[in-house]
């Protein structure tokens, strides 16, 4: 349980304890149940640290009011946060017993301790169960999507880690016959170049038309080279990077992690250079990996708009978790939209997180 939940937790422990207590006749006194609700309610804020002991205390508690006719109804519901508390701990199997076996001396107190009639014992005890059982089931389906939810963010980043291994791996094989490449031309090009202008050196006094055709073919070698060279550089700087089009294969991936992912769409994104569709495609990456771990949201817009001079990415969740505004991957993020000329800002939104980046296009 994060802070916010126990939180909320402890208030509507606080608030339920009474008014359950009020509507199954249990209120004895106002103030006996509005004490008894305090001290559940300040027992659930010790539940992160330590679950199981929250939980037999409270239970025990409950029993004791119950026992000393505090309160006339209730021997487990009270504990409900408590319970909760410890299965999303990972320990079903102890807060089932638990349960169990305080309903099973409720039951033995409410048939012989205290003897009422089998329909009440069994409208009490039965549909005091019955709750128990809904909401350790709910817990721990809520428990059991969390955990899928951090496996598909951990699918994510190691795919992602492989990918870049993988593409730094082609990078340095695309480099290495770059580079050879670059060292052919390059050789060649001085090699025929310096043929010529020795030809024209040699001819240029008594055959200057012979050294004007060399020199011209020099001219022309050079002009070749120049345009090879300038193709080697351009893949040399672009480099084998992230294309926009790999973007509704990472949304399809977050879907399968059971987000709903809107994507829209505005503008041409033809006319992105490479380094700035990098940075979008990164941008939306994490944003998306920090909303399947942290946000614990069900719902996620990307929204990209490409204009003439700049790219707008806006990224939104309605998670209630959100993640630290200077934490790496925000930080990385903002590092890579700025240098680029771009600005990138990060925080809590009207319904969730919002991440937005504005990155200029420039020749």
Known sequence: MTKNSTRAAAVLTLVGVPAGLALTGGNVQTVMTTTLAATLAGLVLLARRWPLAVLLFTVLTVYAWRVAHLIESGWVWPATAALVALVLDGRLRIALGTATFFLLCGLSWDTFGQPHEPDWVFLRVGGEALWIAAVLAAATAYRNTLRWRAEVAH??????????????????????????????????????????????????????DEAKASLRLAQDVRGRAMTDLKALVGVLRDGDLPALEGLDRLLDRVRAAGLEVSFNEFGDPVT????????????????????????????????????????????QDDGTGGVAADGHGIAGMRERVAALGGALTAGPGKTGFTVRASIPITE
Do not use: C, K, M, W
């Open 272 to 315: 992105v250079p490479a380094p700035v569709a990098a940075a979008v495609f990164r941008v939306v990456q994490e944003s998306l990996t920090n909303t399947v771990r942290h946000a614990g949201a069900g719902r996620v817009v990307v929204t990209v708009r490409y204009a003439p001079d700049s790219v707008l990415v806006d990224v």
């Open 155 to 208: 699918r994510l980043a190691r795919d992602e880690q492989q990918r870049e291994l993988e593409a730094g791996r082609r990078r340095a094989e695309e480099r290495v016959a770059i580079a050879r490449d670059l060292h052919d031309v390059v050789s060649h090009t001085l090699a025929v170049v310096g043929v010529h202008l020795n030809v024209a050196l040699d001819a240029f006094d008594t055959e200057p």
